[in-house]
């Protein structure tokens, strides 16, 4: 069974980090590997939306809203991904997600971030 849990949000003040992670199980390894990663997010009352993704050969894509300010990542060998979040702002409070593109209809529970001004 397929399973994506996501940890690591919190509360934070403006201009503050965190790092996310989005474990994941019942993936082999090759498919883990040899497939993107991405991290969305969701406000209250907006729709999801594609925050970050790091290709298999580790090119990452970024929406242009979190350019220069989060960083993601993964660890094929422990099958996680990881957002590194910066320079936080209000803006980025959301309920975030983890998905495996192979997997693209699996998605976990999400991990709040809440950023106060």
């Known amino acids: 069974q397929v399973r994506l849990v996501e940890s690591g949000g919190g509360l934070v003040q403006a201009g503050g980090s965190l790092r996310l992670s989005c474990k994941t199980s019942?993936?082999?390894?090759?498919?883990?590997?040899?497939?993107?990663m991405a991290w969305y997010r969701q406000a209250p009352g907006k729709q999801r939306e594609l925050v970050a993704t790091i290709e298999s050969g580790g090119g990452t894509n970024y929406a242009d809203s979190v350019k220069g300010r989060f960083a993601i990542s993964r660890d094929n060998a422990k099958r996680t991904a990881y957002l590194q979040m910066n320079a936080l702002k209000p803006e980025d409070t959301a309920l975030y997600y983890c998905?495996?593109?192979?997997?693209?209809?699996?998605w976990g529970q999400g991990t709040q971030v809440t950023v106060s001004s």
């Open positions: 019942g993936i082999i390894l090759s498919v883990f590997s040899g497939n993107a």
């Open positions: 998905n495996h593109r192979f997997y693209s209809d699996r």
